[in-house]
């Protein structure tokens, strides 16, 4: 063959010297800084063996198994059976032959979107013995009998935590984009990917925090959260954010909109082009915004009756004075529809009820089906973590938002370990994961309060099984209209059980269900011709009920939501400019307390 028709070597590019010393000099000290942290944390905090109680979880499910070896056997023969199958399959491709795969990647599963994953036989090989031992792994801890429904949810969702950890896509030599990139940056990118992997633990204390997004290219009041208008009040739990107009004239009803604490209220209000709040006002509501603070260990003893009294009692009390109307329709989202759920039950004890019509989005009033959060949420955990907040005064929000994470973990996880640590890239800038990462701390006596009597026991459900500032209180004596928005891939708030709550109120009731998640479903203005949304005018006791007999409506749920708000109250008057009522302009829109951050 002559040199002209030789195959080119494959690129590979040896990496600079230079460059090699400056990093291991960077990964060197860092290194020294972030073990020193870490022994300090240890000896600031004792850490039990197994916080999580995942072992007694996993004892019990091996007791129970082995109990019962024929149904592993059969489990085992099978994966076996598939797994030759598959050895026949390879060793078919290899001469050339067509084979079907023994099992199918999900179509949604991006981890083996790399052509390779497929047209290469070794990796097709990689890929699908990885699917069916987590196949496998699964059966077998679904099959077992007699687990108490928590250990059971427990133990599948570790064992899935587990099998999402080993996914050869996480790894360096089975991964063919990662192999691919090396060979073509002499090992830069696994460099780089050390130095990314060492400034997040860096930025976590010795804790990893992955950076999921640039965070330099986003700035609350500048190029995120920059809707027009004014603080108008403000105390120690919240400011509240009134809008200016864009519109002569407006709804009588103002909106009060109740965000949740969890995180920042900003995810309604992102960019123009996504922001919820913008939209609202376009439509001539008067927009006011509870913007919660950051607390520290000052506000330790904050519970659940304060967020009642001083969020939405005193939201209340200031759009009255700020407007001079008595009558408001309202909206909570996630743990603040929690909240104002809890709220209109604590104003019907007193006869009272400014709200004329609320609305809920992704919000669980029954807690009987909230999701895998329950994983986290035993006695041995709720103990563990109690003790946490009590020598802080507070849940640190970086933890709060790595239970989170846990939920997606191959989304918001494992994708950013490829990309970040092994890949070498860099984040790309991304406002939802700016907002995301932007977390908040939870009061310590408010939050034991919420796990323990909504989560774990499930009282806001029960009458009178909740009491606030003295007062038991029933959410079926809440008679308003109520509009209930849930999303149906959620894995916070999932929307069965939030259709549960929603036949807990008395009044006249409208439940949509719309596509996606927790958080796309909600923020999906109409012009993104995104996410379909399901309406049923019925609401039968059974959820699937519902939805067999919902019909299925393109795009946003926004425009049926303002129809229907529109028409519990059509009356319009002059537009109303922050400061002009009986409370003035504090400092201009989004306020100082949204801009905190302790953690």
């Not at 990917?193 to 950076?211: C, E, F, H, P, T």
């Not at 860099?426 to 908040?440: H, Q, R, V």
């Not at 009061?443 to 009282?459: C, D, I």
């Not at 708030?493 to 006249?508: E, F, I």
Request: with cysteine.
């Amino acid at each position: 063959m002559a040199d002209s028709e030789k195959p080119e070597a494959p690129a590979f590019k040896l990496p600079d010297p230079a460059m090699i010393g400056r990093s291991m000099a960077d990964v060197a000290e860092r290194s020294q800084r972030i073990v020193s942290e870490w022994l300090r944390r240890q000896s600031d905090e004792s850490q039990a063996l197994d916080p999580l109680n995942i072992g007694s979880a996993f004892l019990e499910m091996t007791t129970r198994l082995m109990a019962n070896p024929a149904e592993l056997m059969q489990a085992q023969l099978g994966f076996w059976q598939d797994y030759m199958t598959l050895w026949q399959n390879t060793a078919r491709r290899v001469m050339g032959l067509e084979t079907k795969p023994v099992i199918e990647t999900d179509p949604g599963d991006r981890r083996f979107k790399d052509s390779a994953w497929n047209e290469n036989e070794i990796f097709d090989f990689i890929k699908q013995s990885y699917l069916l031992s987590a196949r496998f792994v699964q059966d077998v801890v679904r099959r077992v009998d007699g687990l108490e429904p928590k250990t059971a949810q427990k133990v599948d969702f570790y064992a899935r935590q587990f099998v999402e950890a080993m996914s050869p896509s996480n790894f360096v030599l089975t991964n063919p984009e990662v192999l691919r990139k090396t060979a073509e940056t002499g090992g830069e990118n696994l460099l780089k990917g050390l130095a990314n992997l060492l400034a997040d633990l860096d930025r976590g204390k010795g804790q990893l925090r992955i950076k999921m997004t640039d965070m330099d290219a986003f700035q609350v009041g500048g190029n995120i959260a920059v809707s027009p208008g004014a603080v108008v009040y403000q105390n120690d739990l919240m400011q509240l954010v009134q809008y200016t107009p864009s519109t002569e004239t407006v709804l009588k009803r103002p909106l009060l909109i109740v965000p949740p604490w969890i995180n920042k209220f900003y995810i309604l209000d992102l960019r123009p082009k996504n922001s919820f709040v913008r939209w609202a006002v376009s439509q001539g509501h008067t927009v006011f915004m509870v913007s919660w603070v950051n607390p520290g260990e000052k506000l330790a003893d904050k519970g659940f009756d304060d967020y009642l009294t001083e969020g939405v009692l005193d939201a209340l009390d200031a759009i009255e004075k700020a407007t001079g109307e008595r009558d408001i329709n309202a909206i909570g989202y996630c743990l603040g529809g929690t909240l104002l759920g809890a709220s209109l039950a604590w104003l019907a004890t007193k006869r009272r009820q400014p709200v004329k019509a609320a609305t809920f989005f992704t919000s669980l009033l029954d807690f009987t089906e909230s999701g895998e959060l329950n994983v986290f949420i035993d006695e041995e955990q709720l103990k563990v973590l109690e003790e946490r907040m009590n020598r802080r005064g507070f849940l640190e929000g970086s933890e709060m938002a790595a239970t989170f994470n846990m939920l997606r973990a191959n989304d918001l996880i494992w994708s950013f370990v490829v990309n970040n640590y092994l890949l070498g890239n860099d984040p790309f800038p991304f406002d939802l994961l700016y907002w995301n990462a932007d977390s908040t701390r939870m009061p310590a006596r408010m939050h034991s309060f919420y796990l323990r009597k909504m989560y774990q026991e499930n009282k806001l459900a029960v009458p009178g099984g909740i009491t606030l500032r003295g007062e038991p209180i029933d959410l079926r004596r809440i008679k308003i209209p109520a509009y209930f928005l849930s999303t149906r891939e959620d894995h916070i708030a999932p929307w069965k059980a939030t259709y549960r709550g929603a036949r807990l109120l008395s009044g006249p009731t409208r439940f949509v269900l719309a596509a996606s998640g927790h958080i796309a479903g909600v923020v999906n203005p109409p012009d993104s011709g995104k996410y379909n949304h399901w309406i049923n005018a019925e609401l039968p006791a059974d959820p699937q009920e519902w939805l067999a007999g919902a019909t299925e409506l393109a795009g946003s749920w926004w425009p049926d939501w303002h129809r229907w708000i529109t028409a519990q109250a059509p009356e319009r008057v002059p537009a109303r400019i922050p400061g002009q009522g009986k409370l003035k302009v504090i400092e201009p829109a989004p306020g100082s307390y949204v801009k905190v951050k302790l953690c």
